[in-house]
């Protein structure tokens, strides 16, 4: 009966630690504010894809200016360095994209593409909370009725930010 219990014991721990290969988040990263799913590949590999509700400025070299909201979605792909943490735990780096289909408040609608490197640091605490703070640098390309939108004439890369708060399971 002891054997059993202790093997009992000893394979739901086992369980309970692979178990946690998902985080389920709440995040806010430059230009879209959603929830945001991560999944674990191996000890030092995830995947996140993120949707929900876009916010771009849109701008062009003329000073044209238009805040525009609609729907948007990302995936991303991160590499962690922390040996002696678990699963998605430490500091990250990895290559992102975003897709934002937005409208301004005239009946135009714009589609937005962010190419990223994100890098960024995930605490996952003992009631499997988790947070995370992210920076990375990118480049964004909008299209307006199928044309490319020339943005400002200075330097096409910008600083992009982010937190999110989840659970891990």
């Known amino acids: 009966m002891k054997k059993t219990f202790l093997l009992t014991l000893c394979l739901a721990g086992l369980f309970q630690m692979e178990a946690q290969n998902n985080i389920v988040k709440a995040s806010v990263v430059f230009g879209n504010a959603g929830v945001q799913y991560e999944r674990a590949l191996g000890k030092h590999f995830s995947v ?17 200016n238009e805040f525009t909201t609609g729907f948007g979605y990302s995936a991303e792909a991160r590499c962690y360095f922390s040996s002696r943490k678990g699963k998605m735990q430490g500091w990250h780096i990895g290559p992102a994209i975003s897709f934002m289909d937005t409208k ?12 990223s490197v994100m890098t960024g640091s995930q605490w996952k605490f003992k009631s499997n909370l988790t947070l995370e703070f992210v920076l990375g640098v990118g480049h964004k390309e909008s299209q307006y009725d199928g044309r490319t939108i020339n943005e400002d004439d200075s330097l096409p890369v910008f600083v992009t ?6 659970y891990a399971f």
């Open 48 to 64: 996140a894809g993120q949707g929900g509700f876009a916010f771009v400025n849109i701008s062009d070299r003329y000073g044209n």
């Open 104 to 115: 301004s408040d005239l009946p135009d609608k714009f589609k937005s593409t962010i190419y």
């Open 161 to 166: 930010g982010g937190f999110s708060v989840g």
